[in-house]
């Protein structure tokens, strides 16, 4: 199964960057989105609490350049298109329940949460939430902590949950990794409200 899900995140990976490609190249559309219903209740659970073009809050130069130094392959461009397959990923493994697939994108904690958010859910034959639209997404922090880079990454998309509508979501994640490790995956340690 982990052979699996790196599989599909090294093809979300090219895709994100013909994609990316094709946005610098054409440019991004502007004009105003139009309002969509208010957020219904239900949402994901919470963990207790670059390249030029990527989208990078100015909070997180100085950490970015941190983990750059730590991990030389680390390109934040990258990264950001991993993060965006990672929250599709999660998203959608937490709305089937499908805690296999949870298990090699978490860490422990967050993966608890998410076992007890999705057992809660089932047992109230409740279903999961569906991204009908991700708006944004930008690195939002960075640094490390000893061995341990850390990324925050701000989400904002637009999740349907059955009957109650549409809500929009506006989270941010927390992905990490020890620099020295071999593996090459990030995990999801931590999401909060935005």
Do not use: C
């Not at 298990?103 to 057992?119: D, F, Q």
């Not at 939430?129 to 922090?141: F, M, T, W, Y």
């Amino acid at each position: 199964m982990q052979q699996d899900t790196i599989q599909i995140l090294v093809l979300a990976f090219i895709a994100g960057i013909v994609l990316f490609r094709l946005y610098t190249t054409l440019g991004k559309r502007t004009g105003e989105e139009a309002q969509e219903p208010a957020p219904a209740q239900g949402e994901m659970p919470r963990a207790p609490a670059h390249t030029p073009a990527a989208p990078l809050a100015s909070a997180g130069v100085a950490g970015i350049a941190a983990v750059e130094r730590a991990d030389p392959n680390f390109e934040p461009g990258y990264f950001l298109q991993g993060a965006r397959a990672a929250y599709d990923l999660i998203v959608g493994a937490f709305a089937k329940g499908d805690r296999e697939a949870l298990r090699g994108l978490l860490t422990p904690r967050v993966y608890e949460s998410y076992v007890a958010a999705i057992e809660a859910r089932e047992a109230q034959g409740g279903v999961g939430p569906e991204i009908v639209r991700l708006k944004s997404v930008e690195i939002a922090d960075a640094g490390m902590n000893g061995d341990t880079a850390q990324v925050v990454v701000k989400f904002e998309a637009e999740l349907a949950e059955g009957a109650t509508g549409v809500r929009d979501a506006r989270e941010r994640w927390t992905f990490e990794r020890n620099v020295r490790s071999s593996d090459p995956n990030w995990l999801l340690s931590r999401v909060q409200a935005a």
